[in-house]
């Protein structure tokens, strides 16, 4: 059986996450990506299809897919039980599915992927890519057309990887929100909580398309108290200093100016560097030299870390990921999701 995070979206998929695998099978990142659904199949809920052919040409059509980095499909949503991974009827034989996976991957245009090996294993083709300098193992289902995260054995012997017991239930839990950047009304009736990913294409679009309307209408109206924590996903290069560059700005200028370097990341994101923070933290009238002091010697470090070990440990497994008044939320959702779960916390 197997534990899926599956992201499904009425445009694209909605999610940047990392993969921690469950202890007892693997300890590595698993591939990001969009994947784009075949709507015209019922195949099950614990998949990500990748329909080769169909999927590519999508790639080409679709900005969202064609800009996402290869080493990270996304996945988050609930525990299945009850799933027959492929039609044994279909199956294919290893080199093929691995050959399916190594074209999917490859199609994306961030680099080269490797075959290392391929066995099967389980009921699964454990496939192991090469890629930028990293041998990661992938299970891909026996028809070669679906991958599949991390297994959980049903007889108790894994438990989950965050160990919180509430991924998937919808039980809202006590998110801790001391020293981290806040805007709005403290005293607000809703707190909502995002842990973000500045180089994250999906945190981006959460931030055009959702952000800035949420802000106008319930942070600006002291509605909702919006609280900022950082999750850099390790396969973004960029994203654990874009973090700790936004809390330099707010060691000079306090929530608000870490607000506009919020802001001006995610506005600038295809421009992200160490050198355009230095450029950047100027314009929003910090001191440079303080600044360039701070962002190069790691004051923030520790602190942006700390977010991304608690995010894991309360269900976080992906970017955006959100709690509203406590209630988890995961993947950029358009804007009439989270009025819908605003509304309804303001209305108890």
Not at 97 to 107: H, K, M, P
Request: include cysteine; proline fraction near 3%; hydrophobic fraction near 40%.
């Amino acid at each position: 059986m197997s534990r899926f995070l599956y992201l499904e979206h009425p445009k694209n998929d909605v999610l940047c996450t990392s993969f921690f695998l469950c202890q007892n099978i693997f300890k590595w990142i698993i591939i990001q990506g969009m994947m784009h659904q075949d709507k015209d199949k019922k195949e099950s809920d614990e998949v990500i299809q990748i329909p080769i052919g169909k999927w590519l040409y999508a790639v080409k059509h679709n900005m969202w897919m064609s800009i996402s980095i290869i080493l990270a499909i996304a996945l988050v949503v609930s525990l299945f039980f009850a799933f027959d991974f492929a039609d044994s009827d279909n199956e294919v034989s290893g080199d093929k599915a691995a050959s399916n996976l190594i074209d999917f991957v490859n199609a994306q245009g961030n680099g080269v992927a490797e075959l290392v090996s391929v066995e099967e294993k389980d009921g699964m083709y454990e496939v192991i890519v090469s890629f930028q300098g990293q041998n990661i193992p992938v299970l891909v289902t026996l028809d070669g057309k679906n991958l599949v995260s991390n297994v959980v054995p049903l007889d108790g012997s894994a438990a989950l990887a965050d160990g919180s017991g509430n991924e998937g239930s919808g039980e809202p839990i006590d998110v801790s929100i001391d020293g981290s950047p806040t805007k709005g009304n403290k005293n607000a009736k809703v707190v909502m909580v995002e842990f973000t990913d500045y180089e994250c294409p999906f945190c981006s679009k959460f931030y055009s398309e959702s952000y800035k309307q949420i802000v106008k209408d319930y942070v600006d109206t002291g509605k909702v108290l919006y609280v900022a924590k950082d999750f850099p996903l390790n396969f973004h290069q960029q994203a654990q200093k874009a973090a700790e560059s936004a809390r330099c700005i707010r060691d000079q200028k306090a929530d608000t100016g870490y607000f506009r370097m919020h802001d001006k990341l995610f506005e600038n994101q295809q421009s992200l560097s160490e050198a355009n923070y230095k450029i950047w933290a100027r314009e929003l009238g910090a001191d440079g030299k303080k600044f360039d002091e701070c962002l190069t010697s790691g004051k923030f470090a520790d602190e942006v870390k700390a977010d991304l070990a608690y995010g894991q440990q309360i269900g976080i497994s992906g970017t955006p990921g959100f709690f509203v008044n406590g209630k988890l939320v995961s993947g950029a959702q358009p804007y009439s999701v989270f009025k819908q779960l605003i509304d309804a916390e303001l209305a108890k």
